[in-house]
């Protein structure tokens, strides 16, 4: 199955990478502040309108810097060069990407967002979002900047978490599972076993999280507990949104069932996720 997506990933990426004509010249504004940023891609666009990146991919974060675009698309890696006139954005004909395989949807995404970048004419800033639009002024492409939130930088104790039945369960004692955002899309902590990390969207109250990896060790406190951070990360990749209240967070699920509950550590115990 691996080695299909990668040929399927490798057509698509043949495809994609090919130049697409401008319309028609665009109108030159002022030159936004773009450059030496790290801009997480919220939404792109299809055949069908803008869409919003899929959760289940890698957080993709692009940059500009001295005249060179660097990125992932959830799920390769691209690179290229541009220029900036004033608001004009002119990118080189010469993107590369890396040809990993990836699941048809996030190739799906990979080629719209390839095809949507090829089509850049101007691009806009205002504040915390970055938009490439094409010659008609359409949206392309949406970018947001990294943001602290009163999710962010704490560390989040896990109070209970959704086993499968019918209320929450607690951990079990001396698990020590925990929760950490960043303000660039990351996230990570420990399951009771191992750590683990994945990515994350935020936006308008929604929250979705993506496939969890761990680290490979082996579980210290037996199969009770490697069963336990099975069902902790799936818990936790079943979240669309959280409820905040005082120095609790509750994670739901899309009918508005939480699926875990933690309570932030003070801040003289908090630990950095490696």
């Not at 010249?25 to 801009?39: C, H, I």
């Not at 359409?138 to 560390?155: G, I, K, M, N």
């Not at 599972?177 to 960043?182: G, N, P, Q, S, V």
């Given at each position: ?85 004033g608001s004009i954005l002119t990118l080189g004909k010469g993107l590369a990407a890396t040809q990993m395989g990836c699941p048809p949807p996030l190739m799906a995404q990979e080629k719209a ?121 799936a818990a936790l990749t079943r979240t669309a949104g959280y409820r905040l209240e005082g120095l609790e967070l509750t994670l739901l699920d899309a009918s508005g069932r939480p699926t875990a ?14």
């Amino acid at each position: 199955m691996q080695r299909l997506y990668t040929i399927l990933a490798t057509l698509m990426l043949a495809l994609t990478l090919a130049p697409v004509a401008s319309a028609t010249e665009p109108e030159k504004g002022p030159a936004p502040a773009l450059e030496g940023l790290r801009w997480t891609l919220t939404s792109y666009r299809r055949a069908d309108g803008l869409t919003k990146v899929s959760p289940k991919s890698r957080p993709p974060r692009f940059s500009f810097q001295g005249g060179q675009l660097s990125g992932n698309t959830g799920c390769n890696r691209i690179t290229g060069s541009y220029t900036l006139d004033g608001s004009i954005l002119t990118l080189g004909k010469g993107l590369a990407a890396t040809q990993m395989g990836c699941p048809p949807p996030l190739m799906a995404q990979e080629k719209a967002v390839i095809r949507a970048l090829r089509q850049v004419a101007t691009v806009y800033r205002n504040g915390p979002s970055l938009e490439l639009r094409d010659s008609a002024g359409a949206v392309l492409l949406r970018f947001s900047l990294p943001r602290a939130t009163p999710l962010t930088e704490r560390t989040w104790r896990l109070r209970g978490y959704d086993d499968g039945s019918a209320a929450l369960a607690a951990p079990i004692s001396g698990s020590g599972i925990t929760l950490e955002l960043d303000g660039e899309g990351r996230l990570g902590g420990q399951d009771g076993c191992n750590r683990y990390m994945s990515g994350y969207t935020l936006e308008d109250g929604a929250l979705s999280i993506g496939p969890i990896a761990t680290t490979r060790m082996a579980c210290r406190g037996g199969p009770e507990r490697a069963e336990q951070a099975q069902r902790y990360a799936a818990a936790l990749t079943r979240t669309a949104g959280y409820r905040l209240e005082g120095l609790e967070l509750t994670l739901l699920d899309a009918s508005g069932r939480p699926t875990a509950r933690f309570v932030a550590e003070a801040a003289s115990s908090r630990r950095t996720t490696p």
